[in-house]
């Protein structure tokens, strides 16, 4: 048997993986994994309460080391509305509001960007009552050049925004790109591959209801062991990972198969920023957003989530927060469309296949590989 490892930050060894989270917990990630959080009420922008919309979303879409389009949308938006956009990016992301709800304490965003599939399953089995509202499309005139297969709330909550796919990035000047799974588990792979938990990240839950789509309910545990005896590291946060990447710890990591165009957009070495795309497949990373049921501003609100739709800022989403647009008139820009690989097969669960497995598969998974080690 090999050494097996388990990170926190690169140093400790992960525990269950729940640390920090709110006894809600409906995220079941960090966002896009690559940013930390300003508290339970970090805000950008601050008038008047009656001249104000407030969005909630996670810190990375406003706030990211790189280039978050946060910033952007708000002088936009505000540019050609007379109102003052501000986002709110608690700690907890929708764990905040969650526990608002159940507490009954008011809620003061109109609505939320960056809801998954696995946050509404979380929110309908640990929520009371309605945290989200309904969305009438026929408010949204852009709506109409959403591609269907973005769509994954099947209650009519969260509106497509945004969507990339879980890949495998590696350093090219130093070690072969796996191209099945089964690779991974090669000698050669061994101690050099590095992954974040799924109960702790996006990018970690996608890589994880992977391994369930290719080896079945009945035999993922068996490939997650195997992983583990080949000295993959298991560490909390995506942002860790990527660290270890960037810093050559580990040439193998668990991201998105969008890197190539953070790669350029940083000037970084393309040699070192290569993607492989497991069996020609990845799986789908779908982000909405969603009005909170206790919204006061429908109009308002409606207004935001059909400016975000336009195919102008759907392009500016595209290239500062590397993610590929919803709306299927947009022009990607240049870096996109050269760098971004789009898997031959997209692999995805949605709602009605995550409900009712999703808690019993992070379960099973916590006793199995961080339970044993």
Request: charged fraction near 30%; glycine fraction near 10%; proline fraction near 3%.
């Amino acid at each position: 048997m090999r050494r097996r490892t388990f990170l926190t930050s690169g140093t400790a060894i992960a525990t269950a993986g729940l640390a920090g989270c709110s006894a809600v917990d409906i995220d079941g990630g960090d966002g896009d994994d690559n940013g930390n959080g300003n508290g339970n009420g970090g805000t950008t922008g601050s008038v008047d309460e009656d001249e104000v919309l407030t969005v909630g979303t996670y810190s990375s879409f406003v706030d990211a080391p790189s280039d978050s389009p946060g910033e952007w949308i708000k002088d936009e938006f505000e540019d050609r509305h007379d109102v003052e956009l501000e986002w709110q990016f608690p700690d907890q992301e929708l764990n905040y509001y969650a526990e608002r709800h159940n507490d009954g304490q008011d809620i003061e965003a109109e609505l939320y960007v960056g809801v998954r599939p696995q946050n509404l399953v979380r929110v309908d089995e640990r929520v009371d009552g309605d945290l989200f509202a309904t969305t009438d499309e026929s408010a949204l005139s852009n709506a109409a050049d959403i591609g269907d297969e973005y769509y994954f709330d099947p209650h009519d909550r969260a509106v497509p925004v945004f969507r990339s796919h879980s890949g495998i990035v590696y350093d090219g000047r130093n070690i072969e790109g796996p191209e099945t799974f089964d690779d991974l588990l090669d000698d050669r792979y061994e101690g050099q591959i590095a992954l974040s938990s799924p109960h702790d990240s996006t990018t970690g839950l996608l890589f994880f209801l992977w391994t369930i789509d290719h080896f079945g309910e009945d035999d993922y545990l068996d490939y997650w062991s195997d992983l583990v005896d080949n000295d993959v590291r298991v560490l909390n946060a995506w942002a860790d990972v990527y660290t270890q990447f960037e810093e050559e710890d580990v040439p193998v990591v668990v991201s998105y198969t969008n890197d190539r165009v953070y790669a350029y957009r940083g000037d970084n070495d393309m040699e070192k920023h290569q993607v492989s795309t497991l069996h020609d497949q990845g799986y789908a990373n779908m982000a909405g957003m969603a009005r909170f049921a206790d919204g006061t501003d429908d109009d308002l609100a409606h207004q935001f989530m059909d400016f975000i739709l336009e195919p102008e800022v759907q392009g500016v989403i595209a290239e500062r927060n590397v993610t590929g647009p919803v709306n299927e008139a947009t022009e990607l820009p240049e870096a996109y469309a050269e760098y971004a690989i789009e898997p031959e097969e997209t692999v995805f669960f949605g709602y009605d296949e995550l409900e009712g497995n999703l808690s019993g598969w992070l379960d099973e998974w916590e006793r199995e590989v961080v339970g044993s080690s």
